[in-house]
């Protein structure tokens, strides 16, 4: 059987003198007879040296880059730097071969290629040290929020894709249907007859699991969601993503303060854990951005290098500041007296990107918690504060990403709800079930929504938020 890259190179000179089998594409070559094979388990590549007249002719031709091999050989010591062993191959099978006309074509023409040409290659660019430490990390962090959430005593709830409910997003959502777009039912006065289709009413694609997860909640107490979001927002940004993935934690009796408290604890630990279990792919992706860094313009580096930002979000409490206060701060600040921001200032504006930006890198220089903003701006289950005119929300902002997550203390008073409703024009039978459960044993609860890939993204250090999802849905873009 064979064994993985990542055990053998582990396990280190424990298995000198073992003769295993090891399969994989080769990587790159060194001084012809070194081989580095990689089996994507880790980001490491074992050589493998082969004595070139112990193999026939034709057998070597074939061993080229990107051809899948296994091999049989010894364990033993490495001579030269860089790692500690070696395979002494002593038997190899070509399981696929990678003619050379072919791999011109690709990615894998070994070559440094723009991030650009490689998101046209999704089938290929899992195959170069970047895709393959972005996945690897990827996966780390989906682990360590089941993690997080299970040793807290929370459990997993998986909430509905195709949902009834469009309380939450309107406009923005993807319809499901099966009606014939030509030839669909009509209603009496005209519309489509959306009776006629397979739920008998429309549906569409959820934008969120909250509203389910409350239900949940005020009956396990603890639960979270992690599952896949569609957004039909025409926004091409390098932010969004028509399809993502999102964790919605709920919790039964905690407020505002217990909810920041939260989003901190987690963030944090899911940073501590790729800290500690994704060293080698981190290093590659910080020495890859410092690389990447020192091509431009001295205004334009981090002043931290990827692996210090992470550390920093690990050692330092986030700033908690109301929206009210965010507003002053930015009309005090010399872009604002500059007239440098594109959008205007005053309270109620939904803050902009580049205000978001400003507070974080500029004046904060670290991860901030905005709180209580204008409720025309935010949606209608935010409990509502005692001024009359701000919500119990929170953002939470990232350097370099801007919103990493959005949340609430939740309204559990039936008639402020009632009120909202009517006043966001949200018909009450739509959401007879949502409140339902503030008639029956309402209490106080909290949540929030982090985006799984603005989080990969801000561990990773790609910039872009279709690096960081294997096969990215944007507007005009759902291939492969
Ligand atoms: P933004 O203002 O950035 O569009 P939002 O206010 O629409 O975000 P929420 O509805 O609060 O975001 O969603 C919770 C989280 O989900 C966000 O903080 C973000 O991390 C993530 N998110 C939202 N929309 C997208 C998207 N289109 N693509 C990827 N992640 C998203
Ligand atoms: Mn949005």
Redesign the pocket.
């Known amino acids: 059987m064979a064994i993985s890259i990542k055990e053998l190179l582990n396990e280190g000179t424990a298995n000198i003198g073992a003769l295993v089998t090891v399969q994989g594409w080769i990587r790159a070559f060194r001084s012809n007879r070194f081989l580095q094979i990689n089996d994507g388990s880790c980001f490491g590549s074992l050589q493998a040296v082969v004595d070139f007249n112990d193999f026939p002719e034709e057998q070597l031709r074939l061993l080229t880059t990107a051809a899948a091999i296994r091999l049989e050989g010894k364990v033993v010591e490495s001579m030269g730097s860089g790692q500690a062993i070696e395979l002494m191959v002593s038997s190899i099978e070509v399981i696929g071969i990678a003619a050379a006309d072919e791999v011109q074509k690709t990615v894998m023409q070994p070559k440094r290629h723009s991030l650009e040409f490689l998101r046209e290659q999704a089938h290929f660019r899992f195959r170069t040290n970047t895709f393959g430490a972005v996945f690897r990390i990827r996966h780390s962090v989906a682990y360590a929020i089941h993690h997080y959430f299970h040793t807290n005593g929370f459990f997993y709830l998986n909430t509905p894709i195709i949902t009834g409910s469009d309380a939450e997003?309107a406009g923005e959502m993807f319809r499901v249907t099966t009606l014939d777009a030509k030839n669909p039912p009509l209603t009496d006065d005209g519309k489509v007859n959306f009776g006629a289709d397979f739920f008998g009413k429309s549906v569409n694609l959820t934008?969120?699991g909250q509203l389910e997860a409350e239900l949940a909640a005020l009956a396990l107490g603890k639960v979270y969601t992690f599952g896949p979001?569609f957004?039909a927002?025409n926004?091409n940004t390098s932010?969004?993503?028509?399809e993502?993935w999102?964790i919605e934690p709920e919790v039964a009796f905690n407020d505002l303060q217990a909810n920041m408290d939260l989003t901190e604890d987690f963030l944090k630990f899911i940073c501590r854990f790729v800290m500690e279990h994704c060293k080698d792919d981190l290093q590659f992706l910080n020495d890859r951005e410092a690389q990447e860094q020192a091509q431009k313009p001295q205004h334009e580096r981090h002043e931290l290098s990827l692996i210090e930002r992470i550390a920093f979000v690990i050692d330092n409490p986030f700033k908690r500041l109301t929206y009210t206060e965010a507003i002053e701060v930015l009309k005090n600040s010399a872009p604002y007296k500059k007239k440098k921001f594109q959008y205007d200032v005053s309270w109620g504006i939904d803050l902009q990107?580049e205000h978001e930006r400003y507070l974080v890198e500029k004046e904060f220089k670290c991860p901030v918690i905005l709180t209580d903003y204008p409720s025309e701006i935010k949606a209608f289950y935010m409990r509502s504060n005692d001024d009359g005119k701000t919500v119990a929300a929170m953002?939470?902002l990232f350097p370099g990403i801007?919103?990493?997550?959005?949340?609430s203390q939740r309204e559990e008073r039936l008639e402020v709800l009632q009120q909202k409703c009517a006043a966001f024009g949200i018909p009450e039978e739509e959401l007879w079930w949502y409140l339902d459960t503030r008639k029956i044993g309402s209490v106080p609860h909290a949540g929030?929504?982090?985006?799984l890939?603005?989080?990969i993204m801000f561990v990773t250090g790609m910039t872009n938020?279709r690096d960081v999802i294997p096969f990215p849905r944007t507007p005009l873009n759902a291939s492969f």
Do not use: K, N, Q, Y
């Open positions: 997003g934008v969120s979001t957004r927002e926004s932010r969004h993503l028509a993502f999102m990107s953002d939470v801007g919103e990493i997550v959005g949340g929030f929504g982090l985006g890939e603005r989080m938020i």
